[in-house]
């Protein structure tokens, strides 16, 4: 059988073009997920100001919660932190007493913003320069330059890349901004790597003074401790003393190029994104890929039925047949798989550049490519082909020998009582999630899981009972097809005939504009309710923004202004917590705000429904509706969460509220969350004005340079993560519609060219070419049409689920233009795989085309 496998595959290339094309476009998405996937679970940097330390102790960059599944069975969830985890400066003194210790020295830092006039210096990769003490340096790889060490409360160190962005030379007076308004210093010099590399983090050096004139409560922590071995004593056995002081503390140790984690804080950030959004595009590219390649090859086969029939008739077991088709695919998948891998590296880094410009990963982040992803590709590959063979030779190798011939003539007139079975309770099924969800109407996470669910239920089971949905639906439009005459009637005629053909091109079409329409209606409606609750919410009537953030006391001054009623810092950051999925627990990541509580009715509306809002103290949190869900609390319980430096937090939920899409998952005390933030900063300032204005703002934003005064909130600024998630299932509505064009393409390509001696006939007997054109057309526009408004149908219900989950009703945000665009390219492509073929089979004389073979 493999050798008339191959054989077939010589002579049958162009029908097998659109699954090779398939198998292809799989392989290069799927190798690419997983370079990516690789990327982010080995992503690592080589350490710069940790260079010369060979062990060093710093923070863990997650936390692992102890949860259960569904069945009760206990495991470690971890999640990463975005701020970073400070240590206790007095660890210093049990990491010295370490058997091989020489010295340890410990390393402090702070977020600066250096300003050349009024603007604010950027530094490498677009981040914002770190200041750390002069002492730490000697635990990386910099050198000086030229000038000397800082010396007193007013100089700092600069390094080269730094000082040529800020055209500063030694001797220059440069202006610092941390917690206040600038501070003047003398630079004294620069430093550089000392293999002449730009750093990948641009930082400056300060005496432990200065960095005191620059962020007050600079002592209050250290950010890592690097350990120096004494002569001759290997690091590993350092190491293993060093972990025992460590017990109990949320601490590391990293050694090697792990070392470039303890100081690129973003890079466990950015991976742990990546994994996520690749393992997402990935299983759901798959999923289609499963769906599409079941279809092409079971179209194939189906057009081969002739051919099977006599295989059977000279004696091939129903076995051989499957093997035969099963080498076909197998053959087709490895080759597909082999010459996929290369594209998947150009999907590589398109997408590295795409996650990185919309801050998803480092601006500077460079991908691992190894073999693993490759051969895991082609396996996949291989498996996906394998797979859709083996259920496309299912029914062509199960009919018997003396009928095989009489049925590879007719289509079968009913669908098969296992299909109608299946289809049956996958509606059934479906029908009772729809249920339940509207059952749990209050709960969001059971809501979004219930409508994830219902729109795979609702798909598949369209796919099952297809041939019988066909039918229905061509019964329906057949009365308005006989209106527009003889070609409209020899549509329906043969829709209905060949319904089990007719499915086969509509069910791709349904697939596409039910996935792209859940998926795209879905990120419309919530960047369409955030947007709204950031409007409704805002009180405030004018907003101090900068784009590194503003200075905490700036919204004390603002409060202490003539005509200004009342004034708040808005501190953003993140918090971890257990939540619950269906009866699962994991660990999730909440966005977290932090308002001053005297100010908060002031200037935002959170809409609390349950609660008292004005209750909000440093042992206290309130919660938005959807983290209420997620976290399964409610007013008066207890909050067991941990900030994004990893300080676990405990405190009575006071209030929940309903504008949580727009404005945070979770409401802290602002000090407190500010406490617990790395760069220390407000993301804006909110002011509510007694008389809608306050002569003294503008002067204040001018003390701090790069500050704005506007007088409403910036809704894209607030929604750009959002936006940035939105992007990313765009990506994989853009993979789905590629795999329906091509599937639409070839499944209207095959069928019209098993047509050419019916065409020939109808010719023959007097139809001329343009009614043959126009009984295409109109059996063109039936398939877009019922895919068209099936496909609409099915995503209906799971974007009533989504609506219902995100703003308390039933009707999602539609925009008319997207729903056009999704069905209207979709009909295009279904009107142009059966149009053209048909115009070049129709070129040929009748006579000559009546006696081609199949």
């Given at each position: 059988?493999?050798?008339?496998a191959?054989?077939?595959?010589?002579?049958r290339?162009?029908?097998f073009?659109?699954?090779?094309?398939?198998?292809?476009?799989?392989?290069?998405v799927?190798?690419a997920?997983?370079?990516l996937l690789?990327?982010?679970?080995r992503?690592a940097?080589?350490?710069e100001?940790?260079?010369?330390?060979?062990v060093?102790?710093?923070?863990?960059?997650?936390?692992?919660?102890?949860?259960?599944?569904?069945?009760?069975?206990?495991?470690?969830?971890?999640?990463p932190?975005?701020e970073r985890?400070?240590l206790?400066?007095?660890?210093?003194l049990?990491?010295?007493?370490?058997?091989?210790?020489?010295?340890?020295?410990?390393?402090?830092?702070?977020?600066?913003?250096l300003?050349d006039?009024?603007?604010?210096?950027t530094?490498?990769?677009?981040a914002?320069p770190?200041a750390?003490t002069?002492?730490?340096?000697?635990?990386?790889?910099?050198?000086?330059?030229?000038?000397?060490g800082p010396?007193?409360?007013?100089q700092?160190?600069?390094?080269?890349?730094?000082a040529?962005?800020a055209?500063?030379r030694t001797?220059?007076?440069?202006?610092?901004?941390?917690?206040?308004?600038?501070?003047?210093?003398?630079?004294a010099g620069?430093?550089?790597l000392?293999?002449?590399?730009?750093?990948?983090?641009?930082?400056?050096?300060a005496?432990?003074?200065?960095?005191?004139?620059l962020?007050p409560?600079?002592?209050?922590?250290?950010?890592?401790?690097?350990?120096f071995?004494?002569?001759?004593?290997p690091?590993?056995?350092?190491?293993?003393?060093?972990e025992?002081?460590?017990?109990?503390?949320?601490?590391?140790v990293?050694t090697?190029?792990?070392?470039g984690?303890?100081?690129?804080?973003?890079?466990?950030v950015g991976?742990a994104?990546?994994?996520?959004?690749v393992t997402a595009?990935?299983g759901n590219?798959?999923l289609?890929?499963?769906f599409v390649?079941c279809?092409?090859?079971?179209?194939?086969?189906?057009?081969?039925?002739?051919e099977?029939?006599?295989?059977?008739?000279?004696?091939a077991?129903?076995?051989?047949l499957?093997?035969?088709?099963?080498a076909?695919?197998?053959?087709a998948?490895l080759?597909a798989?082999?010459?996929?891998?290369?594209?998947?590296?150009?999907?590589?880094?398109?997408l590295?550049?795409q996650?990185?410009?919309?801050g998803?990963?480092?601006p500077?982040?460079?991908?691992v490519?190894?073999?693993?992803?490759?051969?895991?590709a082609v396996g996949a590959?291989?498996?996906?082909?394998v797979?859709?063979?083996?259920v496309a030779?299912?029914?062509a190798?199960?009919?018997r020998?003396?009928?095989a011939?009489?049925?590879a003539?007719?289509?079968?007139?009913?669908?098969?009582?296992g299909r109608?079975v299946?289809g049956?309770?996958?509606?059934a099924?479906?029908?009772?999630?729809?249920?339940?969800?509207?059952?749990?109407?209050?709960?969001?996470m059971?809501l979004?899981?219930?409508?994830?669910?219902?729109?795979?239920?609702?798909?598949?089971?369209?796919?099952?009972l297809?041939?019988?949905?066909?039918?229905?639906?061509?019964?329906?439009l057949?009365?308005?097809?006989?209106?527009t005459?003889?070609t409209?009637?020899?549509?329906?005629?043969?829709?209905?005939?060949r319904a089990?053909?007719?499915?086969?091109?509509?069910?791709?079409l349904?697939?596409?504009?039910?996935?792209?329409?859940t998926?795209?209606f879905t990120?419309?409606?919530q960047?369409?309710?955030?947007a709204d609750?950031?409007?409704?919410?805002?009180?405030a009537?004018?907003?101090l923004?900068?784009?590194a953030?503003?200075?905490?006391?700036?919204?004390e001054?603002?409060?202490?202004?003539?005509?200004?009623r009342?004034?708040?810092?808005?501190?953003?950051?993140?918090a971890?917590?257990v939540?619950?999925?269906?009866?699962?627990?994991?660990a999730?990541s909440?966005?977290?705000?932090g308002?001053?509580?005297?100010?908060l009715?002031?200037?935002?509306d959170?809409?609390?429904g349950?609660?008292?809002?004005?209750a909000?103290a440093?042992?206290?949190?309130?919660?938005s509706?959807?983290?209420a869900?997620?976290?399964?609390?409610?007013v008066g319980?207890?909050?067991?969460?941990?900030?994004g430096?990893?300080?676990p937090?405990?405190g009575?939920?006071?209030?929940?509220?309903g504008?949580?899409?727009?404005f945070?998952?979770?409401t802290?005390?602002?000090d407190?969350?500010?406490?617990?933030?790395?760069a220390?900063?407000?993301?804006?300032?909110?002011?509510?004005s007694?008389?809608?204005?306050a002569?003294?703002?503008s002067?204040?934003?001018?003390?701090?340079p790069?500050?704005a005064?506007s007088?409403a909130?910036?809704?894209?600024?607030?929604?750009?993560?959002?936006?940035?998630?939105?992007?990313?299932?765009y990506?994989?509505?853009?993979?789905?519609?590629?795999y329906?064009a091509?599937?639409?393409?070839?499944t209207?390509?095959m069928?019209?060219?098993?047509?050419r001696?019916?065409?020939?006939?109808?010719?023959?007997t007097?139809?001329s070419?343009?009614?043959?054109?126009?009984?295409?057309?109109?059996e063109?526009?039936?398939?877009?049409?019922v895919?068209?408004?099936?496909g609409?149908?099915?995503?209906v219900?799971?974007l009533a689920?989504?609506a219902?989950?995100?703003?308390?009703?039933?009707?999602?945000t539609v925009?008319?233009?997207?729903?056009l665009?999704?069905?209207g390219?979709?009909?295009?492509?279904?009107?142009?795989?059966?149009?053209?073929?048909?115009?070049?089979m129709?070129?040929?004389?009748?006579?000559?085309?009546?006696?081609t073979k199949?």
């Amino acid at each position: 059988m493999l050798r008339i496998a191959l054989a077939t595959l010589r002579v049958r290339s162009g029908a097998f073009a659109a699954t090779f094309v398939a198998l292809l476009l799989g392989a290069a998405v799927i190798s690419a997920c997983g370079v990516l996937l690789e990327s982010g679970l080995r992503s690592a940097l080589p350490p710069e100001r940790y260079e010369k330390a060979p062990v060093v102790v710093a923070g863990r960059q997650s936390v692992d919660l102890d949860v259960r599944s569904a069945d009760g069975t206990a495991y470690r969830s971890s999640r990463p932190l975005p701020e970073r985890p400070r240590l206790d400066a007095s660890l210093a003194l049990d990491l010295a007493a370490v058997d091989g210790v020489a010295s340890v020295v410990p390393d402090r830092g702070a977020t600066v913003r250096l300003l050349d006039g009024d603007r604010v210096v950027t530094g490498a990769n677009g981040a914002v320069p770190q200041a750390h003490t002069w002492r730490s340096r000697v635990l990386g790889g910099f050198r000086l330059a030229e000038g000397h060490g800082p010396q007193g409360s007013r100089q700092v160190v600069l390094d080269t890349d730094l000082a040529a962005r800020a055209g500063l030379r030694t001797g220059d007076d440069v202006r610092l901004m941390a917690a206040s308004t600038p501070l003047t210093f003398e630079v004294a010099g620069l430093v550089s790597l000392d293999d002449g590399r730009t750093p990948r983090q641009s930082v400056l050096f300060a005496s432990a003074a200065a960095m005191k004139r620059l962020v007050p409560r600079f002592d209050a922590s250290v950010d890592a401790f690097g350990v120096f071995t004494a002569p001759g004593v290997p690091s590993a056995e350092v190491t293993a003393g060093v972990e025992r002081v460590l017990a109990g503390h949320h601490a590391a140790v990293y050694t090697g190029d792990g070392r470039g984690e303890a100081e690129f804080t973003d890079i466990a950030v950015g991976a742990a994104n990546l994994v996520e959004l690749v393992t997402a595009v990935g299983g759901n590219v798959l999923l289609v890929a499963v769906f599409v390649l079941c279809a092409t090859t079971s179209l194939a086969v189906r057009h081969r039925r002739r051919e099977m029939a006599l295989l059977r008739a000279v004696g091939a077991t129903p076995g051989q047949l499957r093997r035969m088709i099963t080498a076909e695919s197998a053959t087709a998948g490895l080759v597909a798989g082999v010459l996929g891998c290369p594209l998947g590296v150009g999907v590589v880094y398109w997408l590295s550049g795409q996650f990185a410009g919309r801050g998803l990963v480092p601006p500077d982040f460079w991908p691992v490519i190894g073999p693993l992803p490759f051969l895991a590709a082609v396996g996949a590959t291989v498996l996906t082909a394998v797979t859709a063979a083996f259920v496309a030779a299912r029914a062509a190798a199960r009919v018997r020998p003396t009928e095989a011939l009489r049925e590879a003539s007719a289509e079968p007139a009913r669908l098969g009582r296992g299909r109608l079975v299946t289809g049956g309770l996958l509606l059934a099924l479906a029908v009772s999630v729809l249920g339940l969800g509207f059952g749990y109407r209050t709960d969001f996470m059971t809501l979004v899981g219930l409508a994830n669910s219902l729109v795979l239920l609702l798909v598949i089971a369209a796919a099952v009972l297809g041939p019988l949905i066909t039918r229905a639906a061509t019964a329906l439009l057949a009365p308005l097809l006989v209106r527009t005459g003889v070609t409209g009637w020899l549509a329906a005629a043969h829709s209905h005939a060949r319904a089990a053909r007719t499915a086969a091109a509509v069910t791709p079409l349904l697939l596409a504009v039910s996935f792209a329409a859940t998926v795209v209606f879905t990120q419309t409606t919530q960047l369409s309710q955030a947007a709204d609750e950031i409007r409704s919410g805002t009180v405030a009537d004018q907003v101090l923004t900068a784009p590194a953030g503003v200075s905490p006391d700036l919204a004390e001054r603002a409060a202490e202004l003539p005509g200004v009623r009342a004034a708040t810092g808005v501190v953003r950051s993140k918090a971890v917590g257990v939540g619950s999925l269906l009866g699962t627990e994991e660990a999730v990541s909440l966005t977290a705000q932090g308002l001053e509580p005297s100010a908060l009715s002031a200037t935002v509306d959170l809409d609390a429904g349950e609660g008292d809002l004005s209750a909000l103290a440093p042992d206290t949190v309130a919660l938005s509706t959807t983290a209420a869900s997620w976290l399964g609390l409610g007013v008066g319980d207890r909050a067991r969460l941990y900030f994004g430096d990893g300080v676990p937090f405990t405190g009575e939920v006071i209030a929940v509220y309903g504008r949580g899409l727009g404005f945070a998952d979770l409401t802290f005390d602002h000090d407190l969350l500010l406490s617990h933030t790395t760069a220390g900063v407000d993301q804006s300032v909110l002011i509510r004005s007694a008389a809608g204005t306050a002569p003294g703002l503008s002067a204040l934003a001018r003390d701090y340079p790069g500050t704005a005064l506007s007088g409403a909130v910036a809704v894209d600024a607030q929604v750009a993560e959002q936006r940035a998630t939105a992007w990313v299932n765009y990506v994989v509505v853009g993979v789905v519609i590629a795999y329906t064009a091509l599937t639409v393409v070839n499944t209207q390509a095959m069928n019209t060219a098993t047509r050419r001696r019916e065409f020939a006939l109808l010719r023959l007997t007097g139809s001329s070419r343009s009614q043959v054109l126009g009984m295409v057309r109109w059996e063109s526009f039936t398939v877009a049409a019922v895919g068209g408004v099936l496909g609409t149908l099915l995503s209906v219900p799971p974007l009533a689920l989504v609506a219902l989950a995100l703003t308390g009703e039933v009707i999602p945000t539609v925009p008319v233009l997207g729903w056009l665009t999704i069905v209207g390219s979709t009909a295009l492509l279904a009107v142009a795989g059966a149009m053209l073929p048909t115009r070049l089979m129709l070129r040929g004389r009748p006579v000559d085309a009546i006696g081609t073979k199949e």
